[in-house]
Structure formats: C-alpha cells, structure tokens
C-alpha cells in the first residue's frame, strides 16, 4: 500500500509537469523525450542491479507499456491542455478503475460484486459531474468533447495496461525476480515504440505538408523550461512513480491499485491551484469526492 501512495503523489507532481509541458511541445514529442529518459535511467538501473530484459515476461509488459503508455499517455498528454490537470486526472484515474476491473472479470473472470458496480456506477456519476461543462469552469469548451474523447483513452489504456501488468507479474519464470524498476523499464521500452513511430510520422507530416499549426514557437528561455518540464516530468511519471505502481501491482490487485492511484485528482487540487491558477468550480469538486469515493469503495469490495 505503501507504494501505490507513493506512486499517486508521484502522479500528482507529473501530472501539473505534464500540463505545463502540453502547451509548449505536441503529446508524441513530450511522451517520445520522458520517455526516452526514463528508458535510459530505468535501464541503467535495470541493467545494473534489476531483471534487466529477463524474467520471462518481457513480451507481456512490453505489449503493457504499448497500451498503458503508447495509448493512455498519448490520449493523456492530449487532453491536459483542453481539460485542465485536474479533471484530466479525475476522468482517467477514476476511469481507469472500473474499466481495469471490467477487463479483469472478462479476461481474467474475476467476477464483479454487486458492491463493485454499485461503485462503479457512483465513479461515472461523480466523473459526469464534475467534467460537464459550465459558465464558470476554466475547461477549453470549444474542444470539450475532444478532451472527453482523450480522456476516455488514456483511461482504457491506463485501465487495460495494469491488468497486462498484473498477468505479466504473473507469468515471472519461477525463481527470477523481476522488481518494480526493471517492470517499468520493460513496459517503457513498449511506451518509447509507440512514441517514436507517431514522432517518425509527425515529422514526415511536417516536412511534407509544412509547419502544423499547432505548433509553438521555441525561444532559448522557453527551451530550458521545456527540458526541466521533461526531466520532472520524466522521474515523477514514468521513471519513480511508474516503478512504486509497478511495486504495488507485484502485491495487490490492479483495481486497488487503480484505487489508491484514483486519489491523485485531490492530491492535485492544491497543486492545480498554485500552478495553473485553477478555481475548481463546488460541483466540480463534489464530482470529484464522489468519483473517488466510489473509488475507494471499489477498493474494499475487491
């Protein structure tokens, strides 16, 4: 339990970084550098004093890193700037719990309680009410669907690629240790795949078809945050906070996991504040208890 705390406040200070980051640089080109930093740290590490690529289950938590990082961080990465840190956070990490839990009862056939969809209905009530949009709430409305959209698959992916994780830890050849670091290298390497074909492909666009409009131009100023956002970025996110998640997922389920993980939304609220300006509107923060609160009941019916 431990660990998964660590990992939540972890996820907290990247996801604040990562919001930061999303207004300067594209989703594939934040995700590509973070990512390919943490491979060289975590593999270090890995390499040195871990499992490095062995263990037997590399293939399963590198097809883990291709959804919970290539899919779920990309639609992450996505939806911060239209949704705001905070409510990025509250739809995925809520979201992700039930749909780990429902990918679980169908693959794995741990079956559901009637407590379980209770709480996970309360989840989607709580995350409905806080994301739906308002005179007062700073969320980019013209692009709100599109961040719902975002929002939905970095979830699916976060959801789907901890229960992969879980039957990676599973799969561990009998007497090899394969420890919370060198896990999260392995699904790493999965995430950096992903991100450096759609960069590949990006850049092909850009040359082809000429600057995109997204895009922001680079002062030398503007250059140092950007690399001090990604190195944040890179030791909360995928480096330290995927391995103290991997920690917990080597002991506990993926839905408590998800669970403890679902508190980051809170943990943010003051973050948010200080750093983006946010003034998180009452029914926004009464979705959120509520979805984490469903959260949290999810956790003591499994």
Not at 82 to 101: D, E, F, K, N, Y
Request: hydrophobic share 55%.
């Amino acid at each position: 339990m431990t660990a998964a705390i660590l990992a939540t406040i972890l996820f907290s200070l990247s996801a604040v970084s990562g919001k930061r980051l999303s207004h300067y640089i594209s989703g594939v080109e934040a995700n590509f550098w973070r990512f390919l930093l943490s491979a060289f740290l975590l593999g270090i590490y890995a390499h040195s004093f871990g499992a490095g690529l062995g263990g037997g289950a590399l293939g399963v938590f590198f097809i883990s890193g291709i959804v919970g990082f290539g899919v779920g961080d990309y639609g992450l990465f996505r939806a911060y700037p239209i949704l705001g840190s905070r409510l990025t956070m509250v739809m995925t990490q809520c979201l992700a719990a039930p749909i780990a839990a429902a990918f679980e009862w169908l693959w794995l056939e741990n079956g559901l309680s009637f407590g379980q969809v209770l709480a996970a209905t309360a989840i989607l009530a709580g995350v409905a009410l806080a994301l739906a949009p308002s005179e007062t709430t700073q969320v980019d409305k013209k692009h709100w669907k599109a961040g719902i959209m975002w929002g939905l698959m970095s979830a699916s992916g976060q959801g789907i690629g901890a229960v992969l994780s879980r039957k990676a830890v599973s799969m561990v050849e009998p007497g090899a240790t394969v420890d919370g670091l060198s896990q999260a290298y392995q699904r790493i390497l999965g995430g950096l795949t992903v991100m450096a074909v759609l960069l590949v492909f990006r850049k092909i666009k850009i040359r082809n078809n000429g600057p995109i409009q997204t895009e922001v131009a680079l002062t030398p100023a503007t250059v140092k945050l950007v690399a001090a956002l990604i190195v944040a970025n890179a030791l909360c996110g995928p480096t330290l906070g995927v391995g103290a998640y991997q920690w917990a997922l080597t002991g506990l389920p993926a839905g408590i996991v998800l669970s403890v993980v679902a508190l980051s939304p809170l943990v943010i609220i003051p973050l948010a504040m200080k750093f983006e300006g946010e003034r998180p509107t009452v029914r926004s923060l009464i979705g959120s208890v509520i979805a984490v609160g469903g959260v949290i009941v999810m956790t003591n019916q499994v």
